[in-house]
C-alpha cells in the first residue's frame, strides 16, 4: 500500500510540477496542498521542483498568506515585495557599493 502512496505522490508532484506556481491562484491551493507541496521540496530538488527559486517560493508563499487575510493585504504585500529581477538587480547594486 505504501508503494502505492509514494507513487501516487511522485505522479502528483510531477503533475504539479508542470505547472509554474505562480501562474496557480491563491484561492485554488489550499493550506494542505501548500504544506504537502512544501514537504515534497527538498534543498538539492528545489530548482527542479516548480523551476523557482528560493526568493520565487519566499515571495508566493507571502503573497498566499496575505491573500487569506484580504484583498487589501494582498494589494500591499505586492507592492512591497519587489519582483526576482528587481531583487537581483537590488543585489547587485549593493554588491558593488561594498566592494
Known sequence: MESTNN?????LCDSINSVPL???EYSNLNVKALEYILSNITREEETK????SEYDLFHYII??????ISKEALSFYRSCLP???TAKSLNKIS?????
Open 63 to 68: 503573497l498566499w498568506t496575505a491573500s487569506g
Open 83 to 85: 519582483s526576482l529581477e
Open 95 to 99: 554588491s558593488s557599493l561594498i566592494d
Open 22 to 24: 505562480k501562474s496557480i
Open 49 to 52: 521542483m516548480f523551476s523557482l
Open 7 to 11: 507513487k501516487f505522490a511522485d505522479l
